[in-house]
């Protein structure tokens, strides 16, 4: 029995998908809640569970190709795997039936937020041997080609193909650069994808070193790549993905919200010292605590005492919704554009917890793989826009926040201090709010406590 899978509405509202890489190839047998593929949406990259068990008989999309809700993605012959492997009712029903094209695409389409796949580690795709008289290079070369590039290699004809380990290409090339073969590092998280660590836990054992870099390697670095003599004078980016999500959250923040930005420098030496201080001790020497995981404590404090800052404008309501916790913002620049995922509840995290939350949501964020859910119902925003050598700025707001903080660089720098000029540590924040929500007295007021526990970190004592 041939069953479609159509893509799902991913729990975000979106019309559209890209697809990143198949994890499955024409032929592989596949079981429920397996991951098939990976999608980019306007948020992040998504895993898509196989909502059936059976075998692979098409693949409707390739990879790069952009996907519209409820398109057909991959069929499967379920056979009679079809009667003993359930798929849910909002999973396998949904998606086995026809699409009407003038329902809402949530209405179509299931949600696949809810039930993801099982851990890849122990899901990973069994390829069916190849060993039939009639197995030609070119059947085998098909396969190949349909799978993603990192997933499998093949031996010679008849064999069966084996599964390479996987890994993101910045590992690949850390790993060939130490000349480590990536067959042999063991994965040591559940998702089975070998990380970074896991390649620097093994040079460590192995007392393997960096290869030598050229000269020709260290002037590629440093200087520009030059276009060649034919090629072409402009270059055009299809405007998709993060981009293009990016592109209409500032719009229709920047022609919604009346933005107000307001300007204060402080002398946060005391906050560099703390810091240097949390840095020595030993005990907390992994959680890389800085000046954004101090600032974001200083919000989380100054956000109690100013809820106004934590609130939306609910323009179908008519009313204004005050949010009793602080799920914060923190803008993260990736190779796909800008994000601003959030930490849920900051306010009941301490320094340490947000500096590990900090950390984490920026790697996973580099890396592409900001679950949805993260990305959304944020309630305050901090950009630290200091990390690039920056002062100040006007940043806009988050849609549906009141206010953003933007931290700009730390300088040292003269500055009067208890009646003289001395050496201190300063930085300059800018408050941006939408003047709906947030009066100029309460902005500003807002803004005075978060510079005052920055200057005096020991202040935070006398908040609650």
Not at 213 to 242: H, K, Q
Not at 266 to 272: G, R, Y
Not at 411 to 434: C, K, N, Y
Request: proline share 7%.
């Amino acid at each position: 029995m041939t069953q479609d899978f159509r893509l799902p509405d991913l729990g975000e509202g979106l019309p559209e998908a890209e697809l990143v890489q198949w994890l499955v190839a024409v032929g592989d047998t596949v079981s429920l809640n397996q991951t098939i593929a990976e999608v980019e949406t306007a948020k992040a990259v998504v895993e898509l569970p196989s909502p059936h068990a059976g075998t692979v008989t098409a693949l409707h999309a390739e990879p790069g190709d952009v996907i519209a809700v409820g398109s057909v993605l991959i069929s499967f012959d379920t056979g009679a795997t079809d009667a003993t492997s359930p798929a849910s009712d909002a999973g396998a029903a949904a998606a086995d039936a026809p699409v009407d094209a003038s329902a809402p695409a949530e209405q179509a389409q299931p949600n696949l937020v809810g039930y993801g796949a099982a851990p890849r580690a122990s899901v990973r795709p069994q390829r069916r041997a190849r060993v039939a008289a009639s197995s030609t290079v070119a059947s085998d070369t098909a396969v190949l080609e349909a799978a993603p590039h990192d997933a499998i290699q093949l031996g010679d004809v008849g064999e069966r193909p084996v599964e390479r380990p996987r890994s993101t290409p910045p590992v690949r090339k850390f790993a060939k650069q130490l000349g480590i073969d990536l067959a042999l590092v063991e994965a040591t998280g559940v998702s089975g994808i070998i990380t970074r660590a896991d390649v620097e836990a093994y040079a460590a054992r192995t007392g393997a070193v960096p290869a030598p870099v050229t000269t020709a390697e260290v002037d590629e670095r440093l200087e520009p790549p030059r276009p060649a003599a034919s090629a072409e004078r402009t270059t055009r980016t299809p405007i998709r993905g993060v981009r293009r999500m990016t592109a209409e959250a500032m719009v229709r923040s920047a022609f919604t919200a009346p933005h107000v930005t307001t300007f204060l420098t402080v002398d946060v030496t005391a906050s560099s010292e703390l810091i240097a201080s949390l840095k020595a001790d030993r005990a907390l020497q992994e959680h890389r605590i800085g000046i954004l995981a101090v600032a974001a404590k200083a919000v989380c404090l100054a956000l109690s005492r100013h809820p106004g800052l934590n609130s939306r404008w609910d323009e179908e309501a008519g009313e204004i919704v005050e949010h009793h916790y602080v799920n914060l913002g923190i803008a993260a620049a990736t190779g796909r554009g800008l994000v601003v995922p959030n930490i849920k509840d900051a306010q009941e995290l301490t320094l340490v917890e947000l500096a590990d939350a900090i950390r984490s949501l920026a790697e996973t964020a580099r890396g592409g793989k900001t679950p949805p859910a993260d990305m959304m119902g944020g309630t305050f925003s901090i950009t630290n826009v200091g990390v690039f050598g920056v002062d100040a700025g006007t940043p806009i707001i988050n849609p549906g926040e009141a206010g953003i903080l933007a931290l700009g660089a730390v300088r040292r720098q003269p500055w009067e201090h208890r009646g003289e000029i001395a050496l201190r540590d300063v930085m300059t924040l800018a408050l941006s709010f939408d003047h709906r929500l947030v009066d100029g007295e309460q902005g500003s007021r807002f803004l005075v406590d978060v510079a005052e526990i920055l200057r005096e970190p020991g202040r935070a004592m006398l908040l609650r």
